[in-house]
């Protein structure tokens, strides 16, 4: 089992940048694909951005390409997500999540943080 906290959200104005944070602890932390996700209140959680574990593979969702860039550093078991341009629409909770490969669909992700809370204001 791998546990996730996930930081690094906050209130920010539309145009701003924020840089999420997923630590990773537990045996074989840094062995696992790891994803983004997010939730708006009365959405349904929707696929963010992933990595694979050598970080040679990172899909996004069509809606953050261009903005958002997400990266790993397996010696501090650590993901990250730089989230540039933000837009009000991107206001939700944001969730990490562990998973035997990187892939769009919440269902293969098997570990999940608390999620943090980014707000953006217009």
């Known amino acids: 089992q791998v546990q996730l906290v996930e930081s690094g959200g906050g209130l920010v104005q539309a145009g701003g940048s924020l840089r999420l944070s997923c630590a990773a602890s537990g045996r074989f932390a840094s062995s696992y694909a790891m994803g ?34 997400i990266s790993r550093d ?20 944001y969730y990490c999540a562990a998973a035997i490969v990187a892939g769009l669909s919440p269902d293969i992700y098997h570990n999940w943080g608390q999620g943090t809370q980014v707000t953006v204001s217009s």
């Open 74 to 93: 397996n010696a501090k078991n650590t993901v990250y997500l730089q989230a540039n341009s933000l837009k009000p629409e991107d206001t939700a909770v």
């Open 36 to 69: 983004w996700f997010r939730q708006a209140p009365g959405k349904e959680r929707e696929f963010v951005a992933a990595i694979s574990v050598s970080g040679s593979s990172t899909p996004y969702a069509d809606s953050v390409k261009g903005r958002f860039t």
